[in-house]
RNA sequence: GAAGUCGAACAGGUGAUCGCUCGCGGCCGCAAGGUCGCGGGAGGAAAGUCCGGGCUCCAAAGGGCGUGGUGCUGGAUAACGUCCUGUCAGGGUAACCUGAAGGAAAGUGCCACAGAAAACAAACCGCCGCGUCGGACGUCGAAAGGCGUCGGGUGCGGUAAGGGUGAAACGGUGCGGUAAGAGCGCACCGGGGCGUCGGAGACGAGGCUCGCACGGUAAACCCCACCUGGAGCAAGAUGAGGGGUCGCUUCGUCGAAAGGCGAGGCGCGGGUGACCCGCCCGAAUCCCCGGAGUCGCUUGAGGGGCGCGGCAACGCGUCUCCCAGAGGAAUGAUCAUCGCCGCGCAAGGGCAACUGCGCGCGGGACAGAACCCGGCUUAUGGUCGUGCUUCGACA
RNA sequence: UGGGGCGUCGCCAAAUGGUAAGGCCGUGGACUCUGGAUCCACCAUCUGGGGGUUCGAAUCCCUCCGCCCCAG
């Protein structure tokens, strides 16, 4: 596989895999998001993404996805492996550059590891 | 140079690194999939969902009655509420812009408040004439009373100029006319009717004629003309799998009978929609339900060049190109560099207004395909045009 | 993505095209030693925004904005 490769089997897109996450799993609060997880039996890592379409219009949500899948590609053997991820978006305006998100999940994920 | 107006195109470029997705090909794998190479990968509005069409299903989309829509002319188009062209009306010095712009003489409704009166006209105040009642003053008379003037009450008649309300008052202004007035008469303006000429038509020009008859409202009901069946790609197809097999009756036929088979009638249920008629189906290679799977899914009223026709919208011919197909939903991230815009400093130029090499800082909008097209509407930073108009200066 | 519906005072809500009812809340006053209750008075100038039709628009028409519901 490749090294920093982000393919659909690392992704959580089934409505029952959300419902799952966010209904019996764990939750972090950052400033600007919310991480949600929950340990899976697959020996890997994955992660979802959710923002409503109340908090910005379509191009910001794309926005905010595609920082969210950036980071978590080129950061993703730092985060606990076995775990289910979904990203909540709280202010998805806030964040607007890479580097924001990189702080942000790098402080979410931080504390994930600690518990 | 300033202000304005119209129109068109674009929607930062290039490179590197790391990624996502689709197609084709190679390799690995039983398969799911992985990997390598090549190629493609958001918009002018992809948006709002306000119209129109394609496509799909409802048996066909038939008749009636509705419902909804459109509404100056002629044209364009697959179609439209769109576009073009012309007309009229309104705005602007102009370029140019704006207009749901048919019918109020088929009928119905409504026109609050105010006002005499709000729609077949009528007549409250007023004005005028005649009659009548009594009063004041003048005058004549001895008196009774007569005559005249003024103002008042009242009856009959004439009148619609004046009054003042209102968004709107049954043509307007002026002169004549009259007891007072009045299209009663005349002039001009407005309006109605009928020919003529021009135009394809909306309409325009001009003539004759009628003293004038028709308040407004149809984005009130309505009338006229034209259009209009319903649902929507979550359509629909496929489909692992699940479920279902109408009632009464007549006739024919087979049978000993029970019953079977065939044809029909009535009812019931369903297709089926605003409603009615009509039509179809009620059973075994049939009907109903049915996954996040697969198909539908991108070659199309398609884009570009050239030529021809047309004022134009657009059409015709020809050559050429293939140009997104995702599905918790791809089309990205970072860096470098070039270009653009704004601000600050500022070399140089110029009498000055000003211009501005270069350097630094900042900015780069609105917004994301979800079956596909044609429009409309709304959002939006900037760039462009020997475009057009008006004004100013100079020659 | 498609299909429907609704916006009137801080809240709940009425209004044939003709002065934007009413209730709750609030404010002021009366009564009371004080409070409550009661009574009286006040409380919409932009009827979600902008245009249009009409003499006149919450109401009719057009166009934007916001919210809610349904189909998964």
Partial sequence: MKKFGFPKALRVTRTGDFARIQGRGRRI????VT???DRNRRGETRVGITVS???ANSPERN???RLVREVFRRTRRAWPVGFDYVVIAKEPKAIRSYDDMEIELAGV???VDAR
């Fill in 29 to 32: 609060h950052g400033r600007r």
């Fill in 63 to 65: 926005r905010f996805k």
């Fill in 53 to 55: 379409a109340k908090q």
């Fill in 35 to 37: 991480l949600a997880f």
């Fill in 109 to 111: 994920v931080r504390r």
